[in-house]
């Protein structure tokens, strides 16, 4: 198998690294602080806050499990692992959309006031970064030629 260019493997990796240290952040805040999160939470929900931790939690264990899955396909593509590059294609691709997704809420948020800016629009611009790497991943995995996907 031709390797893709570095740029590929580079994004999946950093993605990947962004998400561990995302998750495990989230994985901390839920068990030694949930209150940080639940204080943020309107009067009116009425959710303790062991109840938002334990999400938090499942949350964060969910984003590692991302970050593995992105390191493991990186460093699959840095191999040349035959499969390698349709994990690639699907990973950064899905990522993609769903950056873009996230990046378009950030700003309705915005926008509507739902949001205080100062948390959004960095969210956004971060957001719609990782919507752009993870679609030039996506080019460069497909447009790397030799055999088909």
Same mark, same amino acid.
């Given at each position: #198998?031709? +390797?893709?260019? +570095?740029? %590929?493997?580079?994004? =999946?990796?950093?993605?990947?690294?962004?998400?561990?240290?995302?998750?495990?952040? %989230?994985?901390?805040?839920?068990?030694?602080?949930?209150? =940080?999160?639940?204080?943020?939470?309107?009067?009116?929900?009425?959710?303790?806050?062991?109840?938002?931790?334990?999400?938090?939690? %499942?949350?964060?264990?969910?984003?590692?499990?991302?970050?593995?899955?992105?390191?493991?396909?990186? #460093?699959?593509? +840095?191999?040349?692992? +035959?499969?390698?590059?349709?994990?690639?294609? @699907?990973?950064?691709?899905? #990522?993609?959309?769903?950056?873009?997704?996230?990046?378009?809420?950030?700003? @309705?948020?915005? %926008?509507?006031?739902?949001?205080?800016?100062?948390? #959004?629009?960095?969210?956004? @611009?971060?957001?719609?970064?990782?919507?752009?790497?993870?679609?030039?991943?996506?080019?460069?995995?497909?447009?790397?030629?030799?055999?088909?996907?």
């Amino acid at each position: #198998m031709e +390797r893709p260019s +570095r740029a %590929a493997w580079a994004i =999946l990796l950093l993605g990947g690294i962004v998400l561990l240290a995302g998750g495990a952040a %989230a994985v901390a805040v839920g068990l030694f602080n949930p209150g =940080l999160i639940s204080s943020q939470l309107p009067p009116e929900a009425e959710v303790d806050a062991a109840a938002v931790g334990g999400a938090a939690v %499942a949350l964060g264990v969910a984003t590692v499990l991302l970050g593995i899955v992105h390191i493991g396909t990186a #460093m699959a593509l +840095r191999l040349g692992i +035959r499969i390698a590059k349709t994990a690639a294609v @699907v990973v950064a691709s899905t #990522m993609a959309v769903l950056s873009l997704g996230f990046a378009v809420a950030a700003v @309705v948020s915005i %926008a509507s006031g739902a949001a205080p800016p100062i948390y #959004m629009v960095p969210a956004a @611009v971060g957001l719609g970064a990782a919507a752009i790497g993870y679609a030039v991943a996506t080019a460069v995995v497909i447009g790397a030629g030799g055999e088909p996907i």
